[in-house]
């Protein structure tokens, strides 16, 4: 106990010694979000308040998750780690029932320990506590706390108040624009009718809501483009407006305390939209994210965009880069040795271009609903992207909210019925896929042509999985031998892992 308090002592000299000057942080993460904002070309979606802070950002062109699922993404944002390194390998709430292993150390925790003021609004969906201990925190119930943008204006008003001198990290998690027609159908399928002041739907009095022509918006490329998806996107547009304006009245607020012009904005959305190919699928729609960072000491980049790549995993390293700390020496498991983090700091990218590296992603999703385990490793280069699907003999699951969609079950009718689905894949393409799947992106963007069988693409195959297999060894994936295979990692091989065959033929 006394070398822990010392620990920390020193810690909290150190920041203290680093931050020449005020410096605090603000994550604004949207839920299920895409590109539906002008600073990403969608002219249909109107968002004044994030294109006003995209004017003040470098834009990312390359932001991708660490994993397409709401608690694993999470966890990785909080830990800097994938969650087969932190251990959320899929939902936090109810039956599903994930935790992080209890010895990770995450941003809040480390932070804590740095007398660094740590406050959580709306979506947690991480666990436990113990590892994820905020200070101020406002998560209880999920509809006021995350999509009642007054509500949550109040809690952001309370904790900026605050008369402690300390600097802070205040992390707002929106539960808009997640689907919604399997918790709450009564507020229609994204819950854009929460709120709206109708008969039963209450009234949120600082928004006003923006309704949308099924007929006039972007229907993206991996989304059937019929009648029923074009009258779910539009009312996925009225809750991003909900978005918008609960981002612009957290900056406002932020503006009034008078810690605008030293704090670190960073926005972004957990994972992909809630539609085919998007959220729980390791393919550009489910892993490619918006990506806002705004610093107020480093402005000749504002409005720019950057060909980086970046991943989620990058947030812990940068956010402590920004407060002046390192990161901690600890282990997980004694038998796979200390942590690493692969991530690294977005901050030098605010005064210059990268001439090289920054032009690599890497994706891991074990499961998101307890009954949908189709583990999938991935890694995405410029040019190339590689899938790895270890349960590839089974059908891809589909979660209980896009399942009840009216969009998936329109789905169902039309391939029962053998009428058109107007999509650019079918149900069978998307249920069954093969253990090993490559694309070339300069060739085929949309990922329709899977090459891995292509004797032309061999040695870049060869390479890219050699690249995927060191970065399982570097995040002590416990997958590292599946589904050929199994880990041996103790006892006798306690100092050198072994894969040992199955001989299942795959």
Not at 292 to 319: C, M, W
Not at 355 to 363: E, H, N, Q, R
């Amino acid at each position: 106990m006394i070398f822990r308090l010392l620990v920390i002592l020193f810690i909290q000299f150190q920041a203290h010694a680093r931050i020449t000057t005020p410096r605090n942080v603000l994550v604004l993460l949207a839920d299920d979000a895409g590109f539906e904002m002008q600073a990403y070309n969608n002219t249909v979606c109107k968002t004044p308040n994030l294109n006003s802070l995209a004017s003040k950002s470098l834009i990312f062109k390359n932001a991708y998750t660490s994993v397409s699922s709401c608690s694993p993404s999470r966890s990785a944002i909080l830990t800097g780690l994938p969650d087969h390194q932190n251990g959320m390998y899929g939902l936090h709430n109810a039956y599903h029932n994930f935790d992080s292993f209890l010895k990770v150390r995450s941003l809040p925790e480390i932070l804590n320990d740095s007398n660094i003021r740590t406050g959580i609004i709306g979506k947690k969906h991480v666990g436990p506590e113990s590892v994820y201990p905020f200070e101020f925190e406002h998560t209880e119930d999920i509809m006021q706390t995350g999509r009642n943008i007054t509500f949550m204006k109040e809690l952001a008003h309370k904790f900026l108040a605050s008369q402690d001198e300390r600097p802070f990290l205040l992390y707002i998690g929106f539960h808009d624009p997640h689907r919604c027609g399997h918790t709450h159908p009564q507020y229609g399928p994204f819950c854009e009718r929460f709120g709206n002041g109708e008969p039963g739907m209450g009234i949120i009095p600082d928004w006003r809501p923006q309704l949308y022509d099924p007929g006039e918006v972007v229907v993206p490329y991996f989304v059937p483009d019929t009648p029923i998806s074009r009258r779910e996107i539009a009312a996925q547009y009225t809750t991003i407006s909900r978005l918008d304006q609960g981002i612009g009245l957290v900056l406002q607020a932020l503006e009034e305390s008078g810690h605008m012009n030293d704090t670190l904005i960073i926005y972004t959305s957990d994972n992909g939209i809630p539609f085919p190919y998007g959220r729980t699928n390791a393919n550009e729609p489910g892993t490619a994210e918006p990506l806002f960072l705004s610093s107020p000491y480093h402005s000749k980049r504002n409005g720019q965009t950057t060909e980086a790549f970046a991943s989620h995993v990058d947030i812990v390293p940068t956010v402590l880069d920004w407060f002046g700390l390192t990161y901690p020496n600890y282990t997980i498991f004694e038998k796979v040795g200390q942590v690493q983090l692969t991530g690294k700091s977005w901050l030098p990218l605010l005064e210059a271009e990268p001439t090289k590296g920054w032009d690599t992603a890497y994706v891991s999703q074990d499961l998101h609903e307890i009954t949908m385990f189709y583990p999938m490793r991935a890694v995405r280069t410029r040019t190339m992207r590689l899938i790895h699907n270890l349960n590839f003999k089974m059908p891809f699951p589909i979660d209980q909210d896009f399942y009840i969609s009216g969009t998936f079950q329109d789905m169902l009718n039309r391939t029962r019925g053998g009428l058109p689905l107007h999509w650019f894949s079918s149900l069978q393409k998307y249920y069954y896929r093969p253990e090993w799947e490559l694309y070339d992106l300069e060739i085929d963007p949309r990922e329709t042509k899977n090459v891995a069988d292509d004797e032309k693409y061999d040695v870049v195959l060869k390479e890219m999985k050699e690249q995927l297999i060191s970065w399982q060894n570097v995040t002590q994936d416990p997958f590292i031998c599946a589904p050929w295979g199994v880990l041996e990692d103790a006892g006798a091989y306690k100092e050198h892992h072994k894969c040992m065959p199955l001989y299942n033929n795959l």
